[in-house]
């Protein structure tokens, strides 16, 4: 804020400078001039009148001649006076117009109102660096979950449609480049209620810096950032503490999950799916021969995939830099080049170039001579939404979708992402065992997922644990509807954590130990109810025992007196 | 040479010495002590003080600080003369110009600190 006052004063110095000497050689000059008084006695106006006639007069009001009529050399005197302050203020205020439509200017009111915004947040709220379509779909979800934003894009342009996007709270926005240090710091992740930080900008570059700075400026914050390329995602990860999500090898990994166990992606889609979503089917690409479309980024994440798992594939991209392999054709995406990649053959058709009417057409034409091709398509554009769906493709790969749903994982529940990273490491069987299990506890509906951690610092937690002479304290408890007694809450427990071990899918009677956490699958109020296990440690008596403990110290007194007479 | 200096110094000297003809005299006497130059060294004091808008060194702001000093007394000293003269009506006598011409001094004070900081600045800079 010093700032801008600074500015306005350095900026109007020559203006009020202006206006002070025009004042002064007014009302200097008509204390100077004699007057006459109606007594008919020659004197000068004092100084008091002279400035309050001059002030209503430059002003234009004009209240006439005041305390006697004027002379007429006072009258010409006042004459020059009227000229001289109208230019004097209409110099003023023109510079104070030119400031108020100064570019450099609005831009300091602006980063001063979103500074002032931004230090007086005191709730959790994330920062988010780059609004492109991944960045508005995550800000979207993350104000979905009730957490506020601060949104930081080069571009006002992009960021023009937040004020009237339906946000449950207005995320605070500020068009400038993230990786400016200052930019950054203004941003509040420096604040201890900045939950973390995403960078979503378009290029990885920007992204890496973005990333590293706040690392530096903040060693405990939660990073997230997008890498498109390996070797940006090698950079980061070698830097060290930021969860780094390339989403075209995402896809490509869960392509290759899904070629063993269909099964495990299926309960991966259905856990990060928004909650409420049906369970979506599990599908099993064929295995065959491929033909990718484009041999970009994800036609070569794609390709990396399919040779780990040694199955055939020929590429074709117009592209003439690409390296030399016998399976790449160079070519247009036309009908000739489908036949010479050998599309008649093939099984399954990955449309993944970067343009959405490119992997439409290749999609019509590899049907035309093969009609049950498994078909892959990635849609790059928001607005081609409807017509990608049209194409009914067997997958279909979103790029903003997967970053959506990797940085929740990240950002909401880091032990759900641990939790399908065992998963993915068993064989289908398992997978279909979870799911199966899951969906019993809590129909067929896509879950909320959370952990709860078995703190001891928590009130309910302590007395579960300490204060209760040694009597065990089962993940059942947990389960139980701390307000209907013998009712189970709509909740499962998905995974057991202690220490370095971790169980999946641990029974009810599982005894808990402090420093546990279990991660859960189930509704939200199920969720809620369960927090009052962490702080209330009647209610865990109750569960435990069936009778609340008295809480005051006079009924604890007199419970021990009871329970010493009874003995 | 720097015009920026020479105006600079100029209005902060200009606005000392002004301040200091206004002030000697008899305390209590007021046809010692002329209104139009208590107009003219609050004129000066003024320009002096938008003068040092925007500076944000240390000593900028010290620099404002004084010249908003010098300002505020010269402008109360002129309000108590108005007051007399328009508002209560009466002629100016011994304790009210003793008011005016004391509030004066102390902007005087303030000046001379203004003109010692300019002095200090410069000396400082030696060049």
Not at chain 1, 225 to 235: E, L, P
Not at chain 1, 271 to 280: D, E, F, K, Y
């Given at each position: ?338 036949h010479d990649a050998g599309v008649e053959h ?222 | ?46 320009i002096a003080t938008v003068l040092k808008f ?14 908003l000093v010098a300002s505020l007394q010269l ?53």
């Amino acid at each position: 804020m010093s700032d801008l006052l600074f500015l306005i004063l350095r900026r109007l110095r020559a203006p009020l400078i202006t206006v002070i000497c025009v004042y002064a050689i007014s009302v200097g000059g008509l204390a100077l001039i004699p007057g006459m008084t109606p007594e008919g006695i020659r004197e000068p106006m004092s100084i008091f009148h002279a400035f309050y006639v001059m002030s209503y007069t430059a002003t234009t009001i004009g209240f006439g001649e005041i305390p006697y009529p004027f002379t007429d050399a006072q009258r010409l005197w006042v004459t020059f006076a009227i000229y001289l302050s109208v230019i004097g203020w209409a110099y003023t205020l023109g510079s104070v117009v030119a400031l108020a439509n100064d570019q450099p200017f609005r831009i300091m009111v602006r980063r001063s109102i979103f500074n002032w915004q931004v230090r007086g947040l005191a709730e959790p709220f994330y920062v988010l660096c780059g609004y492109g379509q991944s960045g508005a779909r995550l800000s979207r979800a993350l104000d979905r979950l009730g957490n506020r934003l601060v949104i930081i894009d080069p571009s006002p342009e992009r960021m023009a449609p937040i004020a009237v996007q339906d946000y449950g709270t207005p995320p605070i926005t500020l068009a400038a480049d993230a990786r400016l240090a200052d930019v950054l710091d203004d941003s509040g992740i420096r604040s201890p209620f900045c939950l973390g930080l995403i960078a979503l900008a378009g290029e990885d570059g920007v992204n890496q810096s973005i990333a590293i700075g706040a690392r530096v400026l903040n060693p405990d914050i939660l990073i997230v950032a997008r890498a498109k390329s390996t070797v940006a995602k090698v950079n980061l990860e070698s830097f060290g503490g930021v969860a780094v999500i390339n989403p075209f090898e995402t896809f490509a990994f869960n392509l290759g999950v899904g070629l063993r166990s269909p099964e495990i992606v299926q309960i991966e889609d259905w856990l990060t799916a928004t909650t409420g979503s049906p369970i979506p089917p599990a599908i099993q690409p064929p295995r065959g021969r491929w033909v990718l479309v484009g041999f970009g980024r994800f036609g070569r994440a794609i390709a990396q995939v399919l040779d780990q798992e040694g199955i055939e594939w020929k590429a074709f991209d117009p592209r003439e830099e690409t390296e030399a392999d016998q399976r790449l054709v160079h070519g247009d995406y036309t009908e000739n080049v489908l036949h010479d990649a050998g599309v008649e053959h093939a099984d399954v058709l990955v449309a993944g170039s970067d343009g959405d009417s490119v992997n439409l057409g290749a999609t019509t034409l590899a049907r035309r001579v093969k009609p049950d091709i498994f078909v892959v398509i990635r849609q790059n554009q928001m607005q081609d939404k409807s017509l990608v769906e049209a194409a009914r493709a067997n997958l279909k790969f979103v790029q903003s979708e997967i970053m959506v749903n990797e940085c929740l994982q990240v950002l909401k529940t880091p032990m759900l992402g641990r939790f399908i990273a065992q998963l993915r490491a068993g064989d289908s069987a398992q997978a279909a065992a979870v799911l199966a299990r899951t969906r019993q506890a809590v129909g067929d509906l896509s879950p909320d997922t959370w952990a709860f951690e078995c703190d001891v610092l928590q009130p309910g937690m302590f007395f579960a644990f300490f204060q209760r002479v040694g009597l065990p304290f089962r993940i059942q408890h947990l389960l139980e509807d701390p307000t209907n007694p013998g009712e189970r809450l709509h909740a499962t427990p998905l995974m057991l954590e202690r220490d370095r071990e971790t169980r999946l899918l641990p029974a009810d009677d599982t005894i808990l130990k402090p420093g546990d956490r279990v991660l859960f699958a189930g509704d939200d109020s199920a969720r809620r109810l369960q927090q009052r296990y962490l702080v209330e440690p009647g209610t865990v008596a109750w569960v435990c025992s069936g009778s609340e403990p008295p809480r005051g110290l006079i009924f604890r007194w007199l419970q021990k007196r009871r329970a010493r007479a009874e003995a | 040479m720097n015009l920026e200096k020479v105006i600079f110094g100029f209005f902060i000297i200009f606005a000392c010495t002004l301040n200091f003809g206004f002030f000697i005299g008899d305390i209590e006497r007021h046809e010692l002590h002329h209104p139009m130059e208590l107009f003219a060294a609050v004129v000066v004091n003024l320009i002096a003080t938008v003068l040092k808008f925007g500076d944000r060194t240390q000593l900028g702001a010290t620099h404002l600080a004084t010249s908003l000093v010098a300002s505020l007394q010269l402008v109360a000293a002129s309000m108590v003369w108005v007051w007399q003269l328009y508002v209560v009506g009466q002629p100016m006598n011994a304790e009210l110009t003793a008011v005016v011409v004391s509030l004066s001094g102390g902007a005087l004070l303030a000046n001379v600190f203004s003109v010692i900081l300019l002095i200090g600045e410069t000396l400082r800079q030696g060049r």
